[in-house]
């Protein structure tokens, strides 16, 4: 049998069903294993600079009933610092953020053992009060070394924030180079974090 | 665990949102201008809101679709044309947040499948079409002579 | 406990979730059955079919039984699931799930398919039950000499039970309704109370008979591959079918439209989300079908144009239905997302719609349609082929933007959106030549009409079309929809014109009106149901809406009415707690005419811990009264309301449409008028 033009026209529909087969199953595989998510927002600034945004105060033991006290931090800081820092946007409503915090704590202890690369937490509380941030971090673990209180999510929007939480990665300079909107795990920071702050350091 | 979580959350989220959604919450929120609302509601019909994705910012209710209406309207009061304001959305949140995405590498085949599929059809059914030659064309005058001397000669 | 569930809890006993699951699975047996043993029997009586009922195998007797068997396996679940929920068995998965003891007991049948098992166990009964029908037509016979060939419907039979086995496959293995839960609740977790609708209710069964009923037809289509052969009388044959199921999926989609409309209480009727693409792409290629089998019933031309629409659209009904399920597509419309279940969907995805495109590949070049140069522009036929193009642009243009971002990100990681400014912008200038030739093909006849009497015969719908441009632009504001709705009106006025030309060159009296083919008073109900389901959307786009901040005593006045909030009052529903608010609405403030009373409320649904809006509307011919109540505020016991007020012109007119479009099918099924065949037998 010669293939002449028309039996390769009457084979164009089966070809693209089997493109569009083939895809669909990449993106169910995707599903399962978390690297397809249909939800996902790429941020704009990721590879790009800092944004501006206003200085944020953080816990002052006036501010709260106990006494946990973490600077606020400015824009002007945060381009400054000398370490990579990992800017984590959360909230003390957000479960996922709170059930992020274990991990963020063991994440920050991890980095201050010798050995380890380079690498300082920082917090932004999104749309959240001083008293409940503080009430939460106690509870649940302490992994920032600033936090900003985003009282009305105007420093968020200014990071095209969608959601909480989200995560940052800021090398010295700073420049952005990772984010993620979806909780850390011991997974994503193997695969992805752990590569980019050896390759830094 | 926690990324399905999440997942979960903003699934719930959804639903509040589907529940309880309506366009600008509360009149106090509209411009009192109302070239200017019309303008702000038209350009908010356009921008995808990021928490509910399957709506606009001006039909959901989610907190940061109320804040980026705010935006909107806040620059349209200080003289942004609505470029400049679809430009800033693209600076914080992407490519994403317009639903009716531009024209550009990525987008060339979308904008371009009504043509191309026009054009496919077009060039299935040419066979189809009766060409002229079908038709019956005129008789030459030769014709005509040689027709008259055979209907003469029954 | 109410007496009632008593009675069906004592009913359990026969009808038990274990009586149901067996019939589930005995259901799949049959339905392989009754795929394999015609199979077998064809397969086996293969080489002399030109032969008589002597040389076929005792296997195709099978065929009926079986399927009528299998359809009642499924009815028989069904009756199982139906007695556990109304007698609120919560051992039942799907039953804690899904339903509650304080649910009115309408809902709780309907809450059975407003979820995943439930409607896939929807979906396969649907599929038996329109297999049932298929076997009950009765055969060719020496009484039937036009009726459907034996050996062509066992063949249909036994494709619909592969297709039914499949399914059924997977609802045991991977969405059994029956399975149990342990510990047992004492209450149910409730359904969504937005679902509680009698429109969203009935909208899964019309909208799956129609995406089912798909499947007839494309039994067609492999039927006329296998057997290489296919003419002007299999397209007569299929051609009730599909004008059925088109039918159904057409009232399907404007139920689930209006349902967005009355219930969501967005205002808006059409959101071009995922799932409503999804019906929408088999609806637009079911419609090229449709036409196209008219055009190969006539001309015997077209007929691989009519199998590949028919394998299209039952494919993309399918992976319509069900990737919405399986998480892939950004929806509102969320399913509880299983990636295992989208595994054994796209598996038989890839196996029924891979399968049918392979045998149409391979044996294609066997079927010969004379298509070649047979048609003419001005002709029947040549509209319809030109308007099946723009259908099938139409319907590649959704696809494309609705598969667009997911493959985007796939492939470059890029997340980007596509949505209603896209779909505005790329369908409407394909929707409008359509419209228009719509209204010149309708009144062409077959093969050829020369241009001089087509122009003839158009001008008077023409006149009147230009003539009400000038109350079309001044009644629509914006330029867009005035032009829609003149195009509207053009597809309106030739069809009438049209039927009223036919029906002035016969002698008067019913009797002769009678004698006029059916289809033509078919095309021309569904034709003019299309023309005023788009001057509702046009009517829509010039909505008008007002929010306000209102307390008791309030006059608004919105489109020339006046609107006043009277007051504010606490209900109690079955299961929930409501704020209602009485608004009167009259042709002037203090006017004794009163045009409606409207009373939305808010709900509040305890078990759900869920606050809905039950928006409170009044149809009117001309525009709909729309009203919303937002929120209550308390200042120092002063009660306030947000009100978001609509006026929208026209908006019945889109269902409304949707119905006629449907009775157009409907008038063309209707059997045949016994008279007009007595009438014949004399000559």
Redesign the interface.
Known sequence: MTLNRRHLLTLLPLIGATGLGLGFARMLQGLTTGRFDPHAINNPLTHYAVPHFAPLSGLTSSSTPQDLSIPGFSYEELTTANQPILLNIWASWCLPCVEELPFLTNLAHRHTLPGAPPLTLWGMAYKDTPANAERILQRYGQPFQRLGIDDDGTTAIEWGVTGVPESFLILPGGRIVWHTSSSLTEDLYQTELLPLLHSAS | ???S???I???TL???C???????????E?LPNPILEAKAQSLG??L?C???????IE?SSA??AR??RH?VRQQLQQGHSPAEIKRWM????????????SFSG??I??WL??LL??TL??L??R?????PA?IAEPLSEKEKLRLHNLIKKN | MASSTLFFTHLSIFFSPEVGHFALALACALALLQALLPSLGLWLCRTDPAHGPSSQSPLLQFAKPLTYSHALALLLAWSCLITAALGDDFSLRLIAETSATSKPWPYKIAGLWGNHEGSLLLWVTLLSLWSSLLATVPHQSLHRPTNIPARLQTRLIALLGYISAGFLLFCLTTSNPFLRLWPVPLEGMGMNPLLQDPGLALHPPLLYSGYVGFAVPLAFAISALLEGRADALWAHFMRPWVISAWSLLTLGIALGSWWSYAVLGWGGYWFWDPVENAALIPWLTGTALLHSVIVTEKRSTLLLWCILLAIATFSLSLSGTFLVRSGILNSVHAFANDPARGVFILTLLALFTGGSLLLFAARSHKITSPSFGAFHLFSREGTILVNNMLLCTLCAVILTGTMYPPFMQLLFGRTLSVGKPFFDATTIPLALPLLAIIGIGITLPWRYAPPARTWRRLTPALLITLGNAVPAFWLFPSPLAGLSALFALWVITSSVIDLARRLHALPSGLRSYLRLPRSLYAACCAHIGVGITILGICGMATTQERIIEATAGTHISLAGQDWCLDRLTPQHGPNFEAIEARITVRSAPRSANIITILHPQIRIFPAQNQRTLHVAITHRLFGDLYAVLGSVKNDHNQYSAILRLHYNPLASWIWLGGIIMACGGAISLRPRIPFRIRRKQPV
């Open positions: 665990m926690t990324h979580f999440r997942l959350a903003s699934f959804c639903l509040i589907a529940s309880t959604s309506y366009a600008v919450e509360t009149p106090d509209m019909q356009q995808r990021l928490v509910c994705q399957n709506e606009t039909d907190p940061l804040d980026l935006i693209t600076q914080h949140y992407g490519e994403f947040i317009h639903l009716k995405p990525v987008t085949f979308l499948t009504p599929s026009l059809a077009y299935l059914a066979p189809l079409w009766r060409r079908h």
